[in-house]
């Protein structure tokens, strides 16, 4: 028998029979079989209630990969499948966890894996705590191998339930076993930020609020809440997006430059961004915070209905579908800085964009023929472009008092010719290698929770927000323009590739 690799295991996915496995974490292990990056070495177990044959869910899995881009190697494919099992589980019920274990015994067996396991949490949050208590109970972590623990969010609803699911979950595992996924963070650009600032002897010295204005993220979607109306009433933009991916791109857009590169110095340097966040008392929440709802609208030609309408939503619903921020970082490098966020669904575009807003130039030189000159702007397009523009002033051709606005554009699409891999396939890639970098750690999951609370106590105490506010196909309500104007700036307005 070869040495097993280092990534060697059985993957144990908890909710298999879900959309997350179907959408992303099949296709996302098919594409790393594809390039090698996944040896022979691994099993992966499927469970969820339902009762299935491993053939038919074999079948979901070819069904689910069939996209891909190497599904052009039937052989491939064939091998591949072969590494997938499946078992009805009831995970409440102790024979369930003794099965799980005989088969993941004997796929260490059939396929030289020495013991390593990773859990997939890709359910329900309420069952996160359980489950984990229950595989120490039966004995599936007691094996030589390593053991990771990897959750989906939501990671609790507010800071105590947060707490609690994680007080569970530390019984059985230690914080360097857990890996909490926040997508944004496998994505490209999102982990291209460090390299641009860290890296760049151009931007790092004017990072701060001597050189830098203010930071706009916007986060937008175009889809509604689709058929996710029963989560969503409980979560709203606030806490689907804003706790987790729009705070993560804060602090990666804050933070401190690392002593190094290690999983922990990075980690810690994020996590002080998130001390420093000015808290929002609930009598000032609407001072840095505005919420909307998606009305019915036009887009396209086709109408779309609005929020209340939606499947699985209260017609009288006040959660929200779109949130508008001003966040305050209170230490040396941003005080004064606004950082601006806005995310919401039903806006005019698919897209998620940082813009850096450099300060003007002590003086303009130019005024008398060019008027104002825009300022620098550095925009960093996480999706679906990938790369970053500099908008900059250069002369006009012709005329040598005047100066007309250019820009410098990197496409990281174009660079690398074929499209990078998906966050998914990076993070699983992650997990594999016992690189937690890239996943969120519970002091950061506690302090976001905290910073979020507040706003949501506000918002469920303020009894009726003017919703609907925004019609489908509008960047969000007046308000969020509102919220910048008051401070002499506004969301800057850029057209794709831009
Ligand atoms: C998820 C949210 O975390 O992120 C969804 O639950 C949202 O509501 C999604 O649609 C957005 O992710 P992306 O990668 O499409 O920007």
Not at 14 to 32: Q, V
Not at 91 to 101: A, F, P, R
Request: hydrophobic letters at 35%.
């Amino acid at each position: 028998m070869n040495q097993p690799s280092k990534k060697a295991s059985v993957i144990v996915i908890f909710g298999a029979t879900g959309d997350l496995a179907k959408r992303k974490l099949f296709p996302s292990l098919y594409n790393l079989y594809c390039k090698g990056e996944l040896e022979e070495d691994f099993a992966v177990v499927g469970v969820a209630r339902r009762k299935l044959s491993n053939e038919e869910f074999r079948s979901r899995v070819h069904d689910a990969v069939i996209d891909t881009a190497c599904m052009d190697k039937d052989d491939k494919h064939k091998q591949f499948s072969d590494h997938f099992f499946y078992q009805p589980f009831d995970v409440t019920k102790s024979e369930s966890y003794q099965d799980l274990k005989a088969l993941t015994e004997s796929l260490d067996t059939e396929f030289n894996i020495p013991g390593n396991r990773i859990f997939y949490m890709a359910m329900a949050p309420e069952f996160f705590g359980t489950i984990a208590l229950n595989l120490d109970a039966e004995g599936l972590i007691e094996g030589d191998g390593w053991n990771r623990l990897v959750i989906e969010k939501p990671f609790g609803h507010n800071f105590s339930s947060a707490q609690k699911l994680n007080d569970e979950i530390r019984q059985v595992f230690s914080e360097d076993e857990i890996y909490r996924i926040d997508h944004y963070l496998g994505k490209e650009m999102v982990q291209n930020i460090e390299a641009i600032r860290f890296a760049n002897a151009l931007f790092e010295p004017l990072w701060n609020n001597r050189y830098i204005s203010n930071i706009q993220i916007t986060s937008s979607e175009t889809v509604g809440v689709e058929n996710r109306g029963g989560y969503y009433e409980k979560s709203g933009a606030l806490r689907d997006m804003v706790q987790n991916h729009m705070l993560q791109m804060v602090s990666l857009l804050a933070m401190e430059p690392p002593a190094s590169l290690s999983t922990e110095e990075i980690r810690s340097e994020k996590v002080k961004v998130l001390r420093a966040l000015r808290a929002v008392i609930p009598e000032e929440v609407s001072k840095y915070f505005v919420r909307g709802q998606y009305d019915a609208g036009e887009v396209n030609g086709t109408h779309l209905q609005g929020y209340r309408e939606e499947e699985n939503v209260d017609e009288a619903s006040n959660t929200e579908t779109f949130v508008g921020a001003k966040l305050m970082i209170d230490n040396f490098r941003w005080a004064g800085v606004p950082f601006y966020i806005r995310t919401g669904k039903r806006m005019t575009s698919k897209s998620t964009k940082i813009v850096i807003e450099f300060k003007d130039m002590p003086m303009n030189l130019y005024k008398e023929q060019s008027g104002k000159l825009g300022p620098n702007l550095l925009v960093i397009h996480i999706q679906p472009e990938e790369g970053m523009t500099l908008h900059l002033n250069a002369k006009d051709t012709g005329d040598m008092r005047k100066t007309t606005p250019i820009q410098l554009n990197f496409n990281n699409k174009q660079e690398n010719y074929i499209n990078s891999p998906e966050a998914y396939e990076r993070l699983l890639h992650d997990v594999m290698r016992g690189d937690a970098t890239n996943f969120t750690r519970w002091d950061e999951v506690a302090l976001s929770w905290k910073f979020i609370d507040p706003i949501s106590i506000a918002w469920a105490n303020e009894k009726e927000p003017t919703f609907p506010n925004y019609a489908s196909g509008l960047m969000g309500p007046q308000a969020s323009d509102d919220l910048l104007e008051k401070d002499g700036f506004h969301w800057w307005p850029l057209p794709e590739n831009k």
